[in-house]
């Protein structure tokens, strides 16, 4: 029997021991027996534990010094508190206590949702790749926006962005997602729902005004919970391990060596040559790879053997959906006006006069798309007219890098202040000395740079309203008062802040330059 239950003999014979003392004990033999007086983990020893973050030592520590204090009793040794923390915390909550709420995840258990049907229900997310692409000359980690099918773990759409994404990176997915032509298909048509995770490009308005037009429910998610759409959060868990690891430029490559930097020889990926490795990742993903959870089927066999009808819609339409609305315009002889620049398209010609609406995908401010206002009818493209070259915005985008760095490296040097280091409790010392010299010309620069230091506003008071206007007394009394139309304007009337001594170069007596006008 010992040998079954993988326990040594005198064990046995100490169950069966307690168990004729003790029936209670027979039922689960080998617990340890309860008695009254054990030490058992109280709220406050838990509220010191998420203090420690875990630290078992330190709690001890603390609770020795608070009996010390008489705030109360003696704490058990350390060995008995480990066992108590052991005995009564799980390991999610021990994990928790010391890590937070995601350690604590770890320790969860998950229900599955059952598979449904295709465009059943669509996830999307964000994913930044850990590698390292040449983006015009700069080392840049691109951002990955894609929709996948719950049902049938299909990437059904992808867009790559050098930078962080927008919601324009959103509808360039969702374009590629619902489109079934080639280069897109066979995947796609428009889904039921849609889970998003209170990411704020997804909820935009324009987004949620293209998901409303397709009608497509979106289930917002609460915050900080990936397990409610595992399906793309798995997805972007393998596609670093299946296909970014292997790539130059890897950023969580080990490496030799104390600091993990990057090789300097080391070559990168371009732009164009990432995201034409990475669709064709995706093409092997959707038609070659069996995911364990479709029972030794590829995604593209359980998309053709599912046959739920798809909803698709033209690609015209879907266009026009996926763009976001600025409204309408009176297209004139130099174009349409957006944005204070105008656009000008050859179907213009022989149209101006009428009222058109206008739409524009986000951030593409070269181009913007023309309806008609009145019947929605397309008319056409415009493009920016008078567009700088590429050599002209490249120039003037160095020149704005190197004015920034300018910018920060005045503010870096101005905020840094550095003080006296401290061996005893002391009041800190700001250190950096000046000279009265260099404090008076720098007080001088900014004086003579700020205008609003050198306004006079009361060198001459304001005239007095109108005697119908209700004038407050505090203000009556800052003001003159107009003199009547034929009477000189002097000195004493302008304000004591104006009366001057008459010098050799100034006659003595009323000044009858401005006559019948007070200034």
């Keep these: 029997m010992a040998g079954a239950l993988g326990v040594r003999e005198r064990a046995v014979w100490r169950w069966l021991a307690a168990a004729e003392l003790d029936e209670a004990a027979a039922s689960a033999p080998g617990e340890r027996t309860r008695y009254y007086g054990r030490f058992t983990v109280t709220p406050e020893v838990r509220a010191l534990l998420g203090l420690w973050r875990g630290n078992v030592a330190a709690v001890h520590r603390e609770l020795t010094a608070r009996a010390a204090r008489g705030e109360g009793d003696p704490p058990p040794s350390i060995p008995t508190l480990h066992r108590a923390i052991r005995r009564d915390l799980s390991l999610g909550e021990r994990a928790g206590l010391a890590g937070g709420e995601r350690e604590a995840r770890r320790h969860d258990v998950f229900l599955a949702r059952p598979r449904g049907w295709r465009n059943q229900v669509w996830e999307t997310d964000h994913v930044q790749a850990p590698v390292l692409v040449d983006v015009d000359g700069v080392a840049r980690r691109p951002w990955i926006t894609w929709f996948t099918d719950c049902a049938t773990n299909a990437i059904t759409g992808v867009a790559v962005t050098p930078v962080h994404p927008s919601r324009e990176s959103v509808l360039a997915a969702l374009r590629s997602a619902v489109l079934r032509e080639d280069p897109y298909g066979p995947f796609g048509g428009l889904p039921e729902k849609v889970r998003v995770d209170r990411g704020k490009d997804f909820l935009s308005r324009t987004v949620t005004a293209a998901f409303e037009a397709l009608d497509v429910t979106v289930e917002d998610l609460p915050a900080y919970t990936p397990h409610l759409k595992g399906t793309v959060e798995g997805l972007n868990r393998a596609v670093e391990s299946m296909f970014l690891a292997a790539l130059p430029g890897y950023a969580r490559q080990p490496r030799p060596g ?50 739920t009808p798809l909803r698709d819609v033209p690609a015209t339409d879907l266009w026009t959906f996926t763009l976001e609305d600025a409204g309408t315009r009176m297209l004139t002889t130099r174009g349409v006006r957006f944005r204070k620049r105008d656009y000008v398209g050859a179907w213009m010609t022989g149209q101006a006069g009428i009222q058109v609406r206008v739409r524009f995908m986000p951030h593409h401010d070269h181009r913007i798309e023309v309806y008609h206002a009145a019947t929605g009818r397309y008319l056409g493209p415009a493009d920016l007219a008078d567009q700088a070259t590429d050599e002209q915005i490249s120039a003037v985008r160095r020149a704005r890098a190197a004015r920034a760095r300018r910018l920060k490296k005045d503010l870096e040097a101005s905020q840094r202040e550095r003080y006296a280091a401290a061996t005893q409790p002391e009041t800190p010392r700001r250190l950096g000395a000046l000279t009265t010299a260099q404090a008076e010309a720098e007080l001088t620069q900014a004086t003579d740079t700020d205008l609003s230091d050198l306004a006079l506003p009361d060198l001459i008071p304001p005239a007095a309203p109108p005697a119908e206007w209700r004038t407050p007394p505090s203000l009556a009394a800052r003001t003159r008062q107009a003199p009547p139309p034929d009477t000189p304007v002097t000195h004493d009337q302008l304000g004591p802040e104006a009366t001057r001594e008459p010098g050799p170069d100034t006659a003595a007596g009323p000044d009858t330059s401005g006559e019948g006008d007070p200034w």
Excluded: Y
């Excluded at 040559?273 to 959870?293: C, G, K, Q, V, Y």
């Design 258 to 307: 104390k600091r993990s930097s990057r090789p300097k020889d080391e070559v990168l990926l371009g732009f164009e040559d990432f995201t034409a490795r990475l669709l064709a990742w995706t093409a092997w993903w959707n038609t070659e790879h069996r995911p364990t959870p479709l029972r030794d089927r590829t995604p593209l066999q359980t998309w053709q053997d599912d046959p």
